[in-house]
Structure formats: C-alpha cells, structure tokens
C-alpha cells in the first residue's frame, strides 16, 4: 500500500521569504501523480500544484514550485516571496496513475500535513 | 462550474442518532469520493462512485456507514448509530475518469460533532 508521510508538522515564514515544505512516500508503482493542497482555516481545499511522474522536469505554478526526486521519493513544496494568505494546512497528496482503471477509482493518498503559518 | 456543494455544514447530534450528509459534485465530473478528516490529520478515503455505482469502500467504512448516489449525481453519506469516535470533517469531492492529473475538486465538508 502507498503512504504518504510529512514531517513537518508546523512551519513559520516571514512574508517575502521563501519556505519549503517537505513530503516523502513510498509506493511499488512507476506511474503516479503528485499533489500539493491547500487547506486555509475553515476553508475549502484546493489545489496548489501537481506532478505527473513520468516527467523529469518540476512542476511550477507562479510563487510555487516542487523539487521532485522520483528516486529518493521526496516531493517538497517550495513557496517563494510567502504571502500572507499563504498560511494554511498544506497536503502532500498520492494518486495511482491505475485511478483511470474503473475498479482502482483513483483516490487520493494524504500525507498528515503541515500547518505553514507567515509572519508580517 | 458551481463547485462542490455539501450541507450540511456543521452537524451536532447526540450519540446513537442516525446522521445524514448530501453532497452535489461538480455536474460535469462522473466520480465522487468521500473522505473523512480528523482534527490535525490529511483526509483520508471513505469510498467512490463510478457514476452511480459505488465501487471501492474503504476499511474505514464500518457497517455503521452507508453510502448512495442514485442517479449519478449528488450523493449521500449515513452513518447509523453515531459514536463519539465519528466525529470528523467529512469532506466530499468529484472528479473525472482518465483524467489522473486532473485534480479531485473538493467541497467545503460537513463538520459532525457527537455529544
């Protein structure tokens, strides 16, 4: 079975620094996807970034960025010039490339997250 | 896109009372999943629907929970004789087939609190 594990529980930023966020798992499979969500307070989740791992090169969406080693199998999250409404639980997540096969349903696998909080 | 929708939003009920979550995908999206969140922890999968057929439940899904989308569009989540151990975030979210990089959109969750 695939896990998913995050072991940072809290991590703290000053606005306009940069913040990386770590993610490891473990899984049998070679084709799978990556993600990173966000979770504010009280708030819905959404998605920051995602990684086919087929593909070498990281994935970048404007302030975030990942570093993934398929290897070493670590997916960290790297956020640029911190925002105030960056604060929030940040999910590391891991879905089976086989989720398009009807019976494998293509659930997502979280890690236990981490509470990212930015100081003015 | 009108999102996910889930109601209701917050649940307090006495323990042994049967409680009752809906929740509406996004129209487009053929797969719906439920996931239950507790405090300080990743979500974690309940079960999904194919359309209207449910087609993987987790081991987390006791006799207790049971799950229905009738017409492959919204969907709902029982839980019989609540427990003080069921108090969670119950979060929903659909999604399509054959689409494995495309995000599960994810909808605001019911919270149930059991006394």
């Known amino acids: 079975a695939q896990t998913v594990t995050q072991s940072q529980p809290e991590m703290s930023v000053q606005e306009a620094e940069t913040v990386t966020l770590s993610c490891t798992y473990d899984t049998s499979e070679s084709d799978y996807y990556l993600f990173w969500y966000k979770q504010p307070p009280s708030r819905q989740m959404i998605l920051v970034i995602r990684?086919?791992?087929?593909?070498?090169q990281n994935a970048t969406e404007n302030r975030f960025s990942v570093n993934f080693q398929k290897a070493a199998k670590s997916f960290s999250l790297k956020i640029s010039d911190s925002q105030l409404g960056d604060a929030a639980m940040y999910f590391c997540a891991y879905r089976s490339a086989r989720g398009a096969l009807i019976n494998q349903g293509g659930k997502l696998i979280f890690g236990q997250g981490t509470e990212l909080s930015v100081k003015p | 896109d009108t999102g996910v929708s889930q109601n209701p939003r917050h649940k307090i009920t006495k323990r042994g009372q049967n409680v009752t979550f809906r929740c509406d995908p996004i129209s487009e999206h053929n797969r719906l999943y439920w996931y239950r969140q507790t405090l300080g922890q990743g979500p974690e999968f309940l079960t999904y629907?194919?359309?209207?057929?449910?087609?993987?439940k987790s081991r987390l899904l006791s006799d207790r929970f049971s799950a229905e989308r009738p017409k492959g569009s919204f969907s709902t989540l029982e839980i019989q004789r609540t427990e003080q151990g069921d108090s969670a975030m119950y979060l929903c979210?659909?999604?399509?087939?054959?689409?494995?990089?495309?995000?599960?959109?994810f909808g605001d969750g019911t919270r149930l609190s059991i006394l």
């Open positions: 979210a659909s999604g399509n087939r054959d689409r494995g990089n495309q995000p599960q959109h």
């Open positions: 629907f194919q359309n209207e057929a449910q087609l993987e």
């Open positions: 990684q086919e791992a087929y593909k070498q």
